[in-house]
């Protein structure tokens, strides 16, 4: 099992950048592709990034392309989320989550480890 913890979340404004992190413990950390989700106030949790076992392979959001970089580091048992350009609409609880295959899914449902979210709000 392994245990994720989000930091990096805060108050934004348009425009503005941030870098999200997620620190793993627990089980190898390497053994999984892994992903960012959010979730704003009643709606779905959304796909953001996800990036593969031995970061080989990323996969975004067309929402985010172009904006956001997903990146990770096995030996430190961490992942990154580097979002650009923030948009108001992004406002949501950001979610760590990890699997134990080797693909990216975009589902929620693919992955059976996840954080407790760290908060992102802008206040434009």
């Known amino acids: 099992q392994v245990q994720l913890v989000e930091s990096g979340g805060g108050l934004v404004q348009a425009g503005d950048s941030l870098r999200l992190s997620c620190a793993a413990s627990g089980r190898t950390f390497s053994n999984g592709a892994m992903g960012w989700f959010r979730q704003a106030p009643g709606k779905v949790r959304d796909f953001v990034a996800g990036i593969s076992r031995n970061s080989d392979g990323t996969y975004y959001a067309d929402s985010v392309k172009g904006r956001f970089t997903i990146s990770r580091d096995n030996a430190e048992n961490t992942m990154n989320l580097q979002m650009n350009s923030l948009k108001p609409e992004e406002t949501a609880v950001y979610y760590c989550?990890?699997?134990?295959?080797?693909?990216?899914?975009?589902?929620?449902?693919?992955?059976?480890?996840w954080g407790q979210g760290t908060q992102v709000t802008d206040y434009s």
């Open positions: 989550a990890a699997r134990n295959g080797r693909n990216i899914y975009s589902a929620a449902r693919w992955y059976t480890n």
